[in-house]
């Protein structure tokens, strides 16, 4: 929530050409009646690219489901697993994974109102529920439905007692549950979620599931997205170094700001590409205080990059 904005996944999309890419959670009823232009737009760059709902309504669901795919997104995404107080109140998210028959509902309406793929995000439990259990019983209902990708966050949620910080971190990951439901159920997609913070673990998860997605891993450090492609796809890496992808971004930064968008909305995002490097912090103070006072695009990046005191060995 409030990362994975259009200004991050562009930049993201510079990192790798092949990782699929996922907008913050959206309620639907904001994409129904908000502002759709700045919920919803994405440049082309950024294909494949999907969007991700929140909500419980079948028709209001079916309805923002059709908006997106209108809009060009690729998937529709389907969020299960949001435990926030606030989700929690509006009855998405998480709470959901205890009314499956309602997500399958809402998954069919969905379904009858797109040609793109409809999919969902879920834990594998919540607060009391047998794990071993709650996620085959819930992935089931949905499945029948008609929806064929789960991507699973191998923590249970516990709604009751834990913030949404702490249920990031807390609850055990339990990636062992996420490969029976892969070996049980085998004509279904399973993408795991959770805990991943490098590209050598997604390697090892990949042995026994369809997917991984990455989600404060990449946004922190986001340079490790450099090597996805190579990896996972056997395809070159777009850039050798973050000094080069900076330079690349020079051009987009610049028609942001003259369409009146913030040089911080744009900048924010690229704070951790120097994460474990020699003028870290230099060069995030650099970005942070050149969006304030910089009104070019390549200027701004220059400033950055001379703040680390190694443009040299990074160009």
Same mark, same amino acid.
């Given at each position: 929530?409030?990362?994975?904005?259009?200004?991050?996944?562009?930049?993201?999309?510079?990192?790798?050409?092949?990782?699929?890419?996922?907008?913050?959670?959206?309620?639907?009823?904001?994409?129904?009646?908000?502002?759709?232009?700045?919920?919803?737009?994405?440049?082309?760059?950024? @294909?494949?690219? $999907?969007?991700?709902? *929140? %909500?419980?309504?079948?028709?209001?669901? &079916? !309805?923002?489901?059709?908006?997106?795919? +209108?809009?060009?997104?690729?998937?529709?995404?389907?969020?299960?697993?949001?435990?926030?107080?606030?989700?929690?109140?509006?009855?998405?998210?998480?709470?959901?994974?205890?009314?499956?028959?309602?997500?399958?509902?809402?998954?069919?309406?969905?379904?009858?109102?797109?040609?793109?793929?409809?999919?969902?995000?879920?834990?594998?439990?919540?607060?009391?529920?047998?794990?071993?259990?709650?996620?085959?019983?819930?992935?089931?209902?949905?499945?029948?439905?008609?929806?064929?990708?789960?991507?699973?966050?191998?923590?249970?949620?516990?709604?009751?007692?834990?913030?949404?910080?702490?249920?990031?971190?807390?609850?055990?990951?339990?990636?062992?549950?996420?490969?029976?439901?892969?070996?049980?159920?085998? @004509?279904?997609? $399973?993408?795991?979620? *959770? %805990?991943?913070?490098?590209?050598?673990? &997604? !390697?090892?998860?990949?042995?026994?599931? +369809?997917?991984?997605?990455?989600?404060?891993?990449?946004?922190?450090?986001?340079?490790?997205?450099?090597?996805?492609?190579?990896?996972?796809?056997?395809?070159?890496?777009?850039?050798?170094?973050?000094?080069?992808?900076?330079?690349?971004?020079?051009?987009?930064?610049?028609?942001?700001?003259?369409?009146?968008?913030?040089?911080?909305?744009?900048?924010?995002?690229?704070?951790?590409?120097?994460?474990?490097?020699?003028?870290?912090?230099?060069?995030?103070?650099?970005?942070?205080?050149?969006?304030?006072?910089?009104?070019?695009?390549?200027?701004?990046?220059?400033?950055?990059?001379?703040?680390?005191?190694?443009?040299?060995?990074?160009?």
């Amino acid at each position: 929530m409030e990362a994975t904005d259009r200004h991050c996944r562009y930049f993201h999309r510079l990192l790798s050409r092949r990782a699929r890419l996922y907008t913050e959670m959206l309620h639907a009823q904001a994409v129904v009646r908000g502002n759709r232009a700045r919920l919803l737009d994405f440049h082309p760059a950024e @294909h494949p690219v $999907v969007l991700q709902l *929140g %909500g419980s309504e079948p028709a209001l669901l &079916a !309805q923002a489901a059709h908006i997106g795919e +209108d809009c060009g997104y690729d998937e529709i995404n389907l969020n299960c697993g949001c435990p926030s107080d606030r989700v929690q109140r509006g009855r998405f998210g998480a709470c959901l994974m205890l009314e499956p028959a309602r997500v399958a509902d809402c998954v069919a309406a969905m379904r009858a109102a797109v040609r793109v793929p409809v999919t969902i995000k879920c834990r594998i439990g919540v607060d009391e529920q047998d794990e071993r259990r709650a996620l085959s019983d819930f992935v089931d209902s949905v499945a029948a439905a008609g929806c064929t990708v789960f991507i699973v966050h191998a923590r249970k949620a516990w709604l009751r007692g834990l913030s949404a910080k702490e249920n990031r971190a807390v609850p055990p990951l339990l990636y062992a549950r996420v490969y029976a439901l892969k070996r049980q159920r085998p @004509h279904l997609t $399973v993408v795991l979620n *959770g %805990g991943i913070d490098s590209l050598q673990q &997604a !390697q090892r998860h990949l042995q026994h599931l +369809d997917g991984v997605m990455l989600g404060r891993a990449a946004y922190e450090r986001p340079w490790l997205l450099r090597q996805v492609d190579p990896l996972l796809f056997g395809s070159a890496a777009p850039f050798a170094e973050p000094a080069a992808v900076l330079r690349a971004l020079a051009g987009y930064l610049d028609t942001q700001l003259a369409a009146g968008t913030p040089a911080s909305a744009v900048v924010r995002h690229w704070l951790g590409l120097w994460h474990g490097r020699p003028g870290a912090r230099a060069f995030r103070r650099a970005l942070v205080d050149g969006a304030r006072t910089t009104a070019a695009g390549a200027e701004l990046i220059e400033r950055a990059l001379s703040a680390t005191c190694t443009l040299d060995a990074a160009a």
